[in-house]
């Protein structure tokens, strides 16, 4: 089966850190862009990271450079993305992507930064 598997959500407190992973299955991960993108409540998915296939060059959004770092392990065919000095801002729905295409989809973790 053709998938992305996510994993590592949860409640966290505003300053703290959580380790978000995507697992693929059926298809090679390292042959892919994949990224990042969140959904809040109310608002459009944005992207939020990601890495390019061609030169592994990673990129941020704006609101999380400098917290946020991106990665992969081609051999456990895992992407990750370890979040630090976490903001309630950051509270969203958080989706792994993998682009060909086709393009593959997690089906979401969830967020929550609050004290």
């Known amino acids: 089966q053709l998938q992305l598997v996510e994993s590592g959500g949860g409640l966290v407190q505003p300053g703290g850190s959580l380790r978000l992973s995507c697992a693929a299955s059926?298809?090679?991960?390292?042959?892919?862009?994949i990224g990042w993108f969140r959904q809040a409540p109310g608002k459009e998915r944005e992207g939020v990271s990601c890495?390019?296939?061609?030169?592994?060059?990673?990129n941020y959004a704006d609101s999380v450079k400098g917290r946020f770092t991106i990665s992969r392990d081609n051999a456990k065919n895992t992407m990750y993305l370890q979040m630090d000095s976490l903001k309630p801002e950051d509270t969203a729905m958080y989706y792994c992507?993998?682009?060909?295409?086709?393009?593959?989809w997690g089906q979401g973790t969830q967020v929550t930064v609050s004290s």
């Open positions: 059926g298809f090679t991960l390292d042959y892919y862009d």
């Open positions: 890495i390019s296939r061609t030169d592994g060059s990673t």
């Open positions: 992507n993998a682009g060909g295409p086709p393009t593959y």
